[in-house]
């Protein structure tokens, strides 16, 4: 055993996609609704940008996890029955993208119960992994998954391996994340406010990262959003990424499902 993982393994790399449509601009700004320009930058996403995703991840072999809220996939279902088809896992994230922090206890109950039901109306399976929209989970969330028996949480900064989360309702595995790791941060523009970075910046940051993660032999959790990731020179970063990492012994892809799965089946620290 190399490290934290299994045999000759250095690094387990889990790319994962929030595939949030027009469901955040909804919840945050539900006047844009009458904006179809901001609009269409958000449906980019699932009409676009999830395909070239998907096929880039075909060519390479890669399994990944997808993170629909309830409110996207039900006006996507297509999309997400293509998720599941091409081996992927779907994750829960939300209705409309809902940060549990802004909720009110039975109201976070309630669009937990309802995102589960209509991913698992739409691909036959409950969702086992869970990422709070904005990463903003409440003081409660941790136990509601787990009582509800979701595997793991995909939502907290406190390490940069998967790892145990106790809750009053039992243990989770937490699939870390970083914001140094997300699309969003670096390419999104708001009209006066914030910049974007070029794609040859996003690509040396990403590169850096997994060099770090390589090195401690830990895990790199890539975050991205189809609406952004999906866009054409974007698209080549993560090409590009992808083969940079596959040029070094020792990794592995893997969904996040299956890694926590493991964490829990192998009792690995």
Request: aromatic share 12%; charged share 25%; hydrophobic share 40%.
């Amino acid at each position: 055993m190399s490290g934290i993982w299994p045999g000759d393994t250095k690094c387990v790399v889990m790319l994962s996609f929030d595939l949030d449509g027009v469901s955040g601009l909804l919840n945050r700004f539900p006047e844009a609704a009458k904006l179809p320009s901001a609009l269409s930058r958000a449906e980019f996403g699932p009409r676009v940008g999830i395909y070239r995703i998907l096929d880039l991840l075909d060519r390479y072999e890669i399994p990944a996890s997808f993170f629909v809220p309830g409110y996207v996939a039900e006006r996507y279902s297509g999309v997400v029955e293509e998720i599941v088809d091409r081996g992927h896992e779907v994750g829960h994230h939300g209705h409309m993208h809902e940060p549990p922090a802004s909720l009110e206890p039975a109201d976070e109950e309630a669009v937990l119960d309802r995102g589960s039901k209509i991913l698992e109306g739409i691909t036959g399976e409950r969702p086992l992994g869970y990422r709070a929209p904005s990463w903003e989970l409440s003081e409660h969330s941790l136990g509601y998954l787990a009582e509800r028996g979701f595997v793991y949480d995909s939502s907290l900064m406190d390490h940069d391996a998967p790892h145990f989360v106790d809750t009053p309702n039992g243990r989770l595995v937490e699939i870390p994340v970083d914001w140094a790791l997300d699309d969003f941060p670096y390419y999104a523009f708001n009209r006066g406010a914030g910049s974007m970075s070029t794609p040859e910046d996003v690509y040396k940051a990403w590169e850096l990262e997994f060099d770090g993660a390589y090195k401690y032999e830990s895990g790199f959790s890539l975050t991205m959003h189809p609406q952004v990731t999906g866009r054409l020179a974007k698209m080549m970063v993560l090409e590009r990424l992808i083969e940079y990492i596959r040029s070094h012994t020792g990794v592995e892809f893997m969904r996040c499902i299956d890694v926590a799965q493991a964490w829990t089946d192998e009792g690995m620290r």
